[in-house]
Each structure stands twice: as structure tokens, then as C-alpha cells.
């Protein structure tokens, strides 16, 4: 997950390349919950399932992930509450939708600084490669809002 102001990223589960994403969207939120105030999730429609919004909901976060064509609007009370959002009031949910679009220029920015392929043969050390280059631009945002902003933090003086 990333932060649509900041670009940072906030939870991260490094999963095999052949593995479906649908099914992380919940750890992920929550894990996101636990360390900041979710107010939207967006998501493209890879993403639409039953426990998605009742993940996003369970945090008081609206989600806003687009619906397949051939979706129905009968469901769950989340379901029912974005069909309606989705379908009567297109313009209010896509401009919430189209903040998505931050969180594909923070894969690109990673893949851009650190390189788009993982070098490791070891398993455990692709994953550890991974993090590593999402600590890499969590820092590099860090920095960025810290000029962006002209914050200096306090750092210890050297005695």
C-alpha cells in the first residue's frame, strides 16, 4: 500500500510473482491501519472482491475499486453502498478513484531509482532485496518532504 500524498509505502507482502494480488488487499490495509487514519482506498479492479470493501470498511475507509462489467449489484452491505456510489455517482467516485494513480508513480519511482528486476537467487534473499528497495524509497520520500517542506529535524548534536 502506498500513501497517495507522501508516496511512502506503507505495508508491504512480497509474495511469489505467479501469486494473485486480491487476496493481500486485507493484511495489507490492516497492517496500514495500525500506523495511520485511512480516509479512502483506491484500487484498480483486480482488486473488487466481498472481503476487499469489508476489509477497507472494518478500518473506516471508503473503498473505491471499480466494478467489472458483468458485476451485479446485489451483495454484501458494502458491495450494495459502492455499486450505488459507483453506478449513480460516477464522478464523485472516480475522482476519488483516480487518486490510485500516485501509487503507480511510487512503483515506478522504485523501479526507476533501484532497478525493476530482482538479482537475487536465494528466496529469502529476493525478498530481503524487495524490502530492501521499499525501505530505500521510504527513505527517499523522507528526505524529499523534508526539503519539500524545509523541516529539520533535531538531530543530536556531537558532543
Known sequence: MV???TNVVTAVRVTAGNTNDCPELPALVESTAQRF???DVS???AYLSHANLAAIEKVGAVPYIPFKSNSQGDGSAAWR???GLFM???TEFLAHYHARSN???AFSSVKRKFGGAVRS?????QVNEVLCKMLCHNLSMLVHAMFELGIEPPFA???
Open 103 to 105: 501509487v503507480e508513480s
Open 43 to 45: 484500487a484498480d479492479k
Open 157 to 159: 548534536v556531537a558532543a
Open 37 to 39: 487514519q485511512l480516509a
Open 3 to 5: 500513501g497517495v500524498n
Open 88 to 90: 449513480y455517482k460516477q
Open 121 to 125: 537467487k536465494n528466496p529469502v534473499a
Open 81 to 83: 453502498r459502492m455499486w
